[in-house]
């Protein structure tokens, strides 16, 4: 019932800068947040930046200054202005959403399958 697609990744330099988005649709009755997560190999899954229905953020200290986190709350998307790039944000880059579908009085936690983003130095 509940789709999550990235988009963005690609592969940059060093010093550049990709604009990472993410879309959930699907039967969403409300939003409680969305985020971005990132996982390079051989390194354990870790939250690069959060955005909760209230407006705050949240950020990993490795990318505060350089990332940004944005919503669009009309069309469920959240967004990741990745600035200033540097060879170790070279990862898979997954969109998490905690949300309550309609019909259902649970909250889900559903996952992008992720796009990749390689910076080279």
């Known amino acids: 019932q509940v789709q999550v697609v990235e988009s963005g990744g690609g592969l940059v330099q060093a010093g550049g800068s990709l604009r990472l988005s993410c879309a959930a649709s699907?039967?969403?009755?409300?939003?409680?947040?969305m985020g971005w997560y990132r996982q390079a190999p051989g390194k354990q899954r870790e939250l690069v930046a959060v955005?909760?229905?209230?407006?705050?953020?949240d950020y990993a200290d490795s990318v505060k200054d350089r990332f940004t986190i944005s919503r669009d709350n009309a069309k469920n998307t959240v967004y990741l202005q990745m600035n200033s790039l540097k060879p170790e944000d070279t990862a898979v880059y997954y969109c998490?959403?905690?949300?309550?579908?309609?019909?259902?009085?649970?909250?889900?936690?559903?996952w992008g399958q992720g796009t990749q983003v390689t910076v080279s130095s």
């Open positions: 699907g039967r969403i009755f409300s939003i409680k947040s």
């Open positions: 955005i909760i229905s209230g407006g705050s953020t």
């Open positions: 998490n959403t905690v949300l309550r579908l309609s019909g259902f009085t649970s909250w889900s936690n559903a």
